[in-house]
């Protein structure tokens, strides 16, 4: 998690200083990003809430599915990353919401994709979603690198919103 701080704390600090809320949606990295962007000070002022779902089973129970519009999206894709983000941001009424999933390794995803391959979607004033491929099977250091890249996502979009 540490490698994430310095990234949830730009984060933190752009959704502070406009008075902004996100909630979290993580799948592979495992509460990660919501540990990072906990561990900021304030951070009961930008942050609502996450999950972690990592089965199938667990999105089925978990998700609010009136706010998904899934029908014929492939998992591991962005564009099915995006309709997480966007179908979570309503569920919890959030200006800024984020979405990801992936294959973190040893194994391969049960949707097909290779180890190392990741989604991650932001949804607010500035929607994007993108792949994510390390080309390596190391667990550890694709969580973290898919971690890093939902932070820079999301600042990314934060960025291009302005102050």
């Not at 592979?28 to 540990?35: C, E, K, N």
């Amino acid at each position: 998690m540490e490698s994430l701080l310095p990234l949830a704390e730009k984060a933190a600090d752009l959704l502070k200083s406009r008075s902004e809320k996100i909630a979290i949606g993580e799948s592979s990295v495992g509460g990660l990003v919501s540990a990072a962007l906990i561990a900021q000070a304030g951070a009961s002022a930008f942050f609502l809430g996450s999950t972690v779902i990592y089965t199938r089973e667990a999105g089925r129970i978990l998700r609010d599915r009136s706010t998904l519009k899934l029908e014929g999206l492939e998992p591991l894709t962005p564009e099915f990353a995006q309709a997480m983000a966007d179908g979570f941001k309503i569920q919890m009424e959030s200006g800024w919401a984020t979405s990801e999933m992936g294959a973190a390794g040893p194994a391969g995803s049960p949707y097909g994709p290779k180890p190392g391959t990741a989604v991650v979607a932001v949804s607010g004033p500035v929607s994007k979603a993108r792949l994510v491929e390390t080309g390596s099977a190391d667990r550890i250091e694709n969580m973290r690198l898919f971690g890093k890249a939902q932070l820079e996502l999301l600042i990314e979009c934060l960025d291009e919103v302005g102050t």
